[in-house]
């Protein structure tokens, strides 16, 4: 049984940058046709896709945080990771690290909303 | 991008009874390849959100049958025949259509237990 696991600080200034891993276990990060996101939940507010990555490295971004957002992938330990820059209160949220599958469009493979395995998720707050 | 509108915000239903859930689309999510990438979630209190239907009708491995989506192009709808106790939290609509990827999700539908 696929499992994925959030790690990293739960508490991060105002200013810096926030750094999660999700480790995967019981799979293979390197398999075909799934991709690897993060996604997030403000408390009591709705969900918010962040981006995704490929097991060869090829990501995807939420356009509206690109400028902040780095998705990274380790193989060799089976493990993505998330960096998100010059964080603020608004980024306080439950962080998500899924699985989902991929779709072929005629330019090439992209992350579908298929998601069917999540992590527990992680609080993550910003604050001084 | 593509934005999603879910209505209503929230629901109470009596156990037994039918629940509907509206999705709507700014845009189509019909793709050439035929398929219509919108999709259901279903978030427990306290739990990451849990598939339950992909490409506007096929339920999910171990999804009852008493959940079903229908709809096309930018109108969709989620329905539980009969809605039990533990279907009770928020249900979201997503689509992945958008290209450069752009995953995006309605503003969830609240249900609970009356």
């Known amino acids: 049984q696929l499992q994925l696991q959030e790690s990293g600080p739960g508490l991060v200034k105002p200013s810096e940058t926030l750094s999660l891993t999700c480790t995967v276990s019981g799979g293979s990060i390197s398999s075909s046709s799934y991709y690897w996101g993060w996604i997030r939940q403000p408390p009591g507010k709705g969900l918010e896709w962040i981006g995704s990555?490929?097991?060869?490295?090829?990501?995807y971004y939420n356009p509206s945080l690109k400028s902040r957002v780095t998705i990274s992938v380790d193989t060799s330990k089976n493990q993505f990771s998330l960096k998100l820059s010059s964080v603020t209160a608004a980024d306080t949220a439950v962080y998500y690290c899924a699985r989902h599958l991929d779709y072929y469009d005629s330019s090439g493979y992209y992350p579908a909303a298929f998601i069917d395995y999540w992590g527990q998720g992680t609080l993550v707050t910003v604050s001084s | 991008d593509i934005v999603m509108t879910q209505t209503p915000l929230s629901l109470s239903v009596t156990p037994g009874q039918p629940a509907s859930i509206s999705c709507k689309s700014s845009q189509s999510l019909l793709h050439s390849d035929g398929k219509t990438y919108l999709y259901w979630y279903l978030q427990k209190p306290g739990q990451p959100p849990q598939l339950l239907i992909y490409?506007?009708?096929n339920r999910f491995s171990g999804v009852p049958d008493r959940f079903s989506g229908s709809g096309s192009g930018t109108d969709f709808t989620l329905k539980i025949s009969r809605v039990e106790a533990e279907d009770v939290g928020v249900y979201y609509c997503m689509q992945s259509i958008q290209l450069p990827p752009n995953l995006t999700f309605g503003g969830g539908t609240k249900v609970e237990i009356k």
């Open positions: 990555i490929y097991y060869s490295g090829s990501t």
């Open positions: 490409e506007v009708s």
